[in-house]
């Protein structure tokens, strides 16, 4: 799972999170399955996703706070007065 979360550039933590849950993200669910039939069949999958330099999500919620702060947090509120 870490393999998958770190070429995803992914929280490998957030992706685990999903193994409390009876499902998961259709949209990752979907790329784990093509992954594996491409692994499967010799096919290499890693040079082109690692070719695209996936973006990492901000953190949201608690998670926000420990990694910069609350977004909103960072808004300039001294024009609105």
Known sequence: MAAFA???NMNRVSLSNYSKHECMPSHLAIIAVLM???ADHG???QSPIQ???PIAK???GSAAHRFGGH???QLDLSEQR
């Open 6 to 8: 770190k070429l995803l």
């Open 36 to 38: 594996g039939e491409m």
């Open 43 to 45: 096919v290499d999958f």
């Open 51 to 53: 070719k695209i330099d």
């Open 58 to 60: 901000r953190p949201r």
């Open 71 to 73: 977004p909103q947090s």
